[in-house]
C-alpha cells in the first residue's frame, strides 16, 4: 500500500522573554484537523519549530509530507541544506539544537517531507489559519498570566521548555491519515 500524502501548514507566534503560541493545520485527503498549542516562554523561532515539529508528531504512519510554512529559518534549513552544516560543525552556535533535534526525527519518520515556504500575512487561507491559532494561544497564556491563572489549565498543550514539563490538553493531536 503506498503512502498517503499529507499538507502541513504551520505557524508559530512569540516573542522574547515571553510566551509563545504554535498552531498547525494538517490535511490529508478530505481529512483536515487543527492543532494548537503554547510554550511558556518562548522566542517566535522556537514558535515556528515546535508548530512543524507538534505537526509531524501528529501524523500516525509514516507519509509523504509536504510542509507549508511561513518561516524561512524553518524552510531554508532543510531546502539549503544548513542542517549538514549544523552537523559537521557539531551543533556549535546553533540555537534552539534540541528542538532542531525534534524536528530532524519527527522529519525522518516520514517517507518524504518537502518544505515549501509562503509569504506570511499574504492571505493564503491555512496559512492565516495557522496565525490565528498561534496567535490566541499566545495571548490566552498573556492573559492567564495577567489574571494570575495557571496557563497549564488551558484546553490546549502547554510546554514549558525550562522544566521540559509537557501538560497535555483534553484532546488526542493524533492525525489519522486516509489509506490511499
Known sequence: ????????????????DGPGGWGAVLICGEARQELCGGLLQATNNQAELTA?????????????VVVHTDSRYVCDA?????????????????????????LIEAVEAHVTVRWEWHKGHAGVTDNEVCDKLA???RK??????EFGLDPRELPFDIEDAEYDDLVAGPESTAFEPSRD
Open 52 to 64: 512543524a515539529i507538534k505537526g509531524l508528531e501528529a501524523l500516525t504512519r509514516p507519509c509523504h
Open 78 to 102: 532543510f531546502r539549503q541544506d544548513w542542517i549538514a552544516g549544523w552537523k559537521r560543525k557539531a551543533w556549535r552556535g546553533v540555537k534552539n539544537r534540541e528542538l532542531w533535534a525534534r
Open 140 to 145: 490566552a497564556i498573556l492573559e492567564c498570566i
Open 1 to 16: 500500500m503506498a503512502a498517503s500524502e499529507a499538507h502541513l501548514w504551520c505557524d508559530g507566534s512569540g516573542v522574547p
Open 135 to 137: 496567535g490566541n494561544c
